[in-house]
């Protein structure tokens, strides 16, 4: 297991235009060889953007975008002709395939602070797809076969447990809270990647018990 403090992401974004980017992994200017990917996971940003701020219309391809909004709303526009909502605790996902257009704006009164994570697919190509889930739950894994992956929410109060699937890569990302995972105290923005994951469990380190922390756990088969 290795731990990623958030304090260890890349800052980026644009100041001026209202946007504040964090990356995981290798992303637009920062390059390091030895972080480009860890599983199917290429990319695991944390976007926050000012009211009227965002991503205008750009190009994806061979990419599959999972969004996980964290505090206001999201705006998703795309080449299908699509316009969407997308609201804490609602997963979204762009298929980008052979190629789309897309632009995620903030167009909402409040500060818009959302997770966004990109696989690679198991094969190139195909045609572009897209699905929302409003509300998802703990005990509903939202599966991404076309990666290879399945992406678990945990949110945990003080003291409540949950157990990590097993798996050959996981990938965990706290996304409000603290928890401890094997030992080890997350918050939010810290991560962890494991591999030949077996027995390991979540435990919420809140300070009350309304003080419940959220957790994003991929499960990932081994590249290639």
């Not at 890349?10 to 504040?20: D, V």
């Not at 976007?47 to 009227?52: K, T």
């Not at 998703?76 to 699509?82: F, I, P, T, V």
């Amino acid at each position: 297991m290795s731990v990623r403090y958030a304090e260890d992401r890349y800052p980026g974004g644009e100041e001026a235009a209202g946007i504040a980017s964090l990356h995981a992994f290798s992303f637009g200017g920062f390059y390091d060889p030895g972080n480009l990917r860890f599983g199917a996971l290429i990319a695991c940003n944390e976007e926050r953007l000012a009211p009227g701020a965002g991503f205008d219309e750009h190009r994806h391809s061979h990419t599959e975008i999972v969004t996980w909004v964290v505090t206001g709303e999201l705006t998703h526009r795309d080449s299908a002709g699509r316009t969407t909502l997308v609201r804490p605790g609602d997963l979204q996902r762009l298929a980008s395939a052979a190629g789309v257009l897309h632009s995620e704006r903030n167009e909402g009164p409040e500060p818009l602070v959302f997770v966004q994570m990109w696989l690679a697919p198991l094969e190139p190509g195909g045609d572009p797809a897209y699905d929302i889930v409003r509300g998802i739950a703990d005990s509903t894994p939202y599966a991404l076969p076309e990666a290879g992956a399945m992406l678990h929410v945990r949110r945990l109060g003080p003291g409540e447990r949950s157990a990590v699937p097993d798996g050959a890569y996981l990938y965990v990302h706290v996304v409000r809270g603290a928890v401890l995972l094997d030992g080890e105290e997350l918050r939010p923005g810290d991560s962890a990647r494991i591999t030949e994951a077996r027995g390991l469990e979540l435990t919420g380190h809140g300070a009350d018990d309304e003080d419940r922390s959220e957790v994003l756990v991929w499960e990932m088969a081994p590249p290639g």
